[in-house]
C-alpha cells in the first residue's frame, strides 16, 4: 500500500512539473477583483524613456498566460489595463506565478522561481523596516522641513550637510537592510542590482571590489553584472598623462 502511494505522489510530480526548456518562461497570472481585461508585458525602456509592452495577454475569469523566452534574469512589469500602477518581478527561465492586487498593488506578488521568491521575501523584509522606521522618519521631517527650506533658500551648505548626515542616522536600518543583502544573498539577481547601484556611489569605492568578486558567477554574466565590471576596470585604469609637445627647429 505504501509503495502504491509513493508512486501516485511522484507521478503527481513528474506531471506537475512542466518541461520547459532552457531560458523559456512560463507566467501564470490571478488578478484578484477582475474578471476580463488585457494584460502587459513591459520591460525597461533601454533609451530610459519609460517602460514598454513586449507582450498582451487576456485575462479570462481573473487568470492570464504568458510564454516566452529569455536570455537572463532581468525586471520586468506586469501592467493591467485601466488599472494604477505596476507589478515588478523578475523574468527568468521556469514558471512565474503572479498574483496581482488591482485595489493594492503593491500587495501584488511574484513566485515560483528562486529570484521571484528572493525578491517578494526582500519587498516584504523592507516594508517591515520602513513600517517600523515611519514615526521616526515623520518626526525628523516635522521638525526639520522648515529649517530644510530656509537653508536651501540661503544656500547654507553646512546645515543642509548637517541635516543630510542627521538623516542618514535615520535611514540606518533600511540602508543597512539593503546595501547588507548582497553579503549574504550571492546567488539572488536583487543582490546584483545593489552592486549596481552601490559602483556609482563614491561612498562605497572600498567595498565594490569584494562584493563583486562575493557574487555569483552566473550574476556576473547578467547585463547588470557585466557593467559592474566596466566600472571597475575603468576606475583601475591608470590616467593618462598628456605627452610634451617636442620641439622643433
Not at 93 to 114: H, L, N, P, Q, R
Not at 144 to 152: G, I, K, L
Amino acid at each position: 500500500m505504501k509503495k502504491i502511494i509513493l508512486l501516485v505522489a511522484v507521478a503527481v510530480v513528474l506531471f506537475s512539473c512542466k518541461n520547459l526548456g532552457e531560458g523559456e518562461y512560463e507566467i501564470t497570472g490571478n488578478v484578484k477583483g477582475m474578471k476580463t481585461g488585457l494584460v502587459y508585458l513591459e520591460k525597461q525602456n533601454p533609451m530610459g524613456m519609460g517602460p514598454i509592452a513586449i507582450d498582451t495577454v487576456k485575462i479570462v475569469d481573473g487568470k492570464f498566460e504568458i510564454k516566452g523566452k529569455t536570455t537572463e534574469p532581468e525586471i520586468h512589469f506586469i501592467q493591467i489595463d485601466k488599472v494604477n500602477g505596476k507589478v515588478p518581478f523578475i523574468l527568468e527561465g521556469g514558471e512565474i506565478a503572479i498574483t496581482v492586487d488591482k485595489d493594492s498593488i503593491f500587495k501584488s506578488k511574484s513566485s515560483g522561481t528562486y529570484n521571484n521568491d528572493e525578491f517578494t521575501k526582500f519587498n516584504e523584509e523592507t516594508t517591515k523596516i520602513q513600517k517600523r522606521m515611519q514615526k521616526a522618519v515623520m518626526d525628523f521631517q516635522m521638525k526639520n522641513m522648515a529649517v530644510m527650506n530656509e537653508a536651501q533658500q540661503n544656500k547654507d551648505t553646512a546645515t543642509i550637510s548637517r541635516l543630510r548626515k542627521e538623516y542618514d542616522v535615520v535611514q540606518k536600518p533600511i540602508t543597512d537592510f539593503t546595501f547588507g543583502y548582497p553579503k549574504t544573498h550571492p546567488k539572488s539577481f536583487i543582490s546584483v542590482l545593489i552592486v549596481q547601484m552601490m559602483s556609482n556611489n563614491p561612498k562605497f569605492a572600498k567595498e565594490i571590489d569584494g562584493l563583486y568578486n562575493s557574487l555569483d558567477e552566473s550574476l556576473k554574466k547578467t547585463k547588470p553584472g557585466k557593467a559592474i565590471k566596466s566600472t571597475l576596470d575603468l576606475k583601475k585604469k591608470p590616467a593618462t598623462v598628456p605627452t610634451a609637445p617636442t620641439a622643433t627647429n
